[in-house]
């Protein structure tokens, strides 16, 4: 029989990251069976619900390549995959629900109570395989074992979330419900409506939650839990796709970075790991910087743009070689987009912030002195190019008699603002003669000494 798997996710207008990592959990699984991945938005509350907050999951499975494999077909662009179908929206399956509702009626399974239907559910514990979490038996509560019966319609129509939820799985054949492990409480209910319908439920994994890397309960507000964040933020999907991976699933050998197509091959349902997951930020930025290495040039300097941009640089005043020049020398050496600005800001500013304190320390009158031969040297140099320049500082510093490093120091402090960042001499070839000039010179005068 072959794998049928499903995310079915509630458009609440975000995508949480355990929302992501569980679509990826079954998307991992139906590639490494051969079997199908579906889409189910579980829209039913109509309050809540809109096309936009049905986009954010879409945009979010789209940027990290889960493409699902049916759905009712589409003449719009709703949710455009693969083929020209969507994802399946239960609001419009109303009649499926209908009928179901009925066949339990008929079977004397399900029954009018005050408007609503209630399911007559069974008074035996429920026993619930599951390939992750091992055999839990649930127990009924004390107010269950007076009436373990539940509501399957409101009063005012609505199919509830149980309900609706086993149809569509029992429906659509499901064979593996893989989700988040909160739901492993209403497993017992849904597991009896299978039976009431005289089929037996899927096999289910119910994964461990994410934790906030201090053990705290992950919240809506805490950083990086949406999946926006990366989207906007210049985040390299491929990188974030193998952070989820390892997110709760780990192949031998505590491999870290793999291809995609190596954790389909191994992945599997025992595998997931039991414990819950901690999500570490600076993991996945390592991660995403490794990713960033291998990302081709032009690739590169779209992106560097657009976080450049983000930041409110004034990118339109300066020629586009210049900007491509200043992004080349970020190449490599960026973990993610969002550390570009400070970074490599100084670039695209008129007047760099220099930090009083290192200000006070690289700029003594001793060194004001040579600073102020290193400026004129440089101001005499025709040709400003990197090798230059090099040659320039190095040659002042025989001069003096030092080493090129108190040149270096507070120059790279003058013209970037900082004592860490792009080569120097690339980054003074690329600011200018002129820019670099009245950087020295502002920095010279804003270190307050009368040198
Ligand atoms: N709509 C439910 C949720 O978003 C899905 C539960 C399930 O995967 O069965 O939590």
Not at 142 to 149: A, G, H, L, T
Not at 424 to 438: F, S, T
Request: hydrophobic share 40%; with cysteine.
């Amino acid at each position: 029989m072959s794998t049928r798997v499903r995310f079915a996710p509630s458009p609440t207008g975000f995508l949480h990251i355990g929302g992501a990592r569980t679509a990826l959990f079954n998307w991992l699984y139906a590639r490494h069976t051969g079997g199908k991945f579906i889409l189910r938005i579980e829209d039913t509350d109509a309050a809540r619900n809109s096309q936009e907050a049905v986009n954010v999951i879409l945009d979010g499975l789209r940027w990290l390549g889960l493409d699902w494999d049916e759905g009712p077909l589409t003449g719009d662009a709703t949710g455009q995959c693969k083929g020209d179908f969507g994802p399946y929206f239960q609001s419009q399956r109303g009649a499926l629900y209908k009928r179901r509702v009925e066949e339990l009626k008929d079977k004397g399974l399900a029954y009018e109570d005050a408007g609503a239907v209630k399911f007559r559910m069974t008074r035996d514990p429920i026993l619930i395989p599951d390939v992750v979490v091992g055999n839990v038996t649930r127990e009924l509560t004390d107010r269950e074992q007076v009436d373990p019966d539940f509501v399957i319609v409101r009063s005012d129509g609505q199919p509830v979330f149980h309900f609706v939820n086993v149809v569509d799985d029992l429906e659509m054949k499901i064979t593996h419900v893989i989700r988040g492990e909160d739901h492993l409480s209403n497993t017992a209910k849904h597991i009896a409506l299978f039976r009431a319908f005289g089929v037996e439920p899927p096999c289910y994994a119910h994964i461990p939650l994410i934790l906030n890397i201090d053990g705290t309960k992950m919240s809506k507000r805490d950083r990086g839990a949406s999946m926006t964040t990366y989207m906007d933020e210049g985040y390299l999907p491929a990188a974030v796709v193998n952070y989820l991976c390892l997110l709760g699933w780990s192949p031998k050998g505590n491999r870290e970075k793999m291809p995609i197509e190596e954790v389909i091959s191994l992945f599997d349902l025992p595998q997931i790991l039991r414990h819950n997951a901690r999500f570490d930020m600076d993991k996945l930025q390592w991660l995403n910087g490794e990713y960033l290495r291998e990302v081709g040039d032009e690739q590169f300097r779209a992106e560097g743009e657009r976080a450049f941009r983000r930041a409110g640089l004034p990118l339109e005043k300066f020629t586009p070689a210049y900007i491509r020049s200043a992004l080349d020398t970020c190449k490599g050496k960026l973990k993610w987009f969002g550390e570009l600005p400070a970074y490599a800001g100084f670039y695209f500013t008129d007047m760099v912030n220099i930090d009083p304190a290192a200000l006070t320390k690289d700029f003594t009158p001793e060194a004001k002195t040579r600073i102020g031969k290193l400026r004129d040297a440089f101001a005499g140099t025709e040709e400003f190019t990197a090798a230059r320049l090099e040659q320039t500082l190095k040659a002042v510093a025989a001069q003096l008699g030092i080493k090129a490093g108190p040149l270096v120091h507070p120059t790279r402090l003058a013209c970037t603002g900082s004592s860490a960042g792009p080569s120097l001499y690339h980054l003074l070839e690329i600011l200018g003669k002129e820019r670099v000039i009245q950087r020295l010179d502002r920095a010279m005068e804003l270190s307050g000494y009368s040198g």
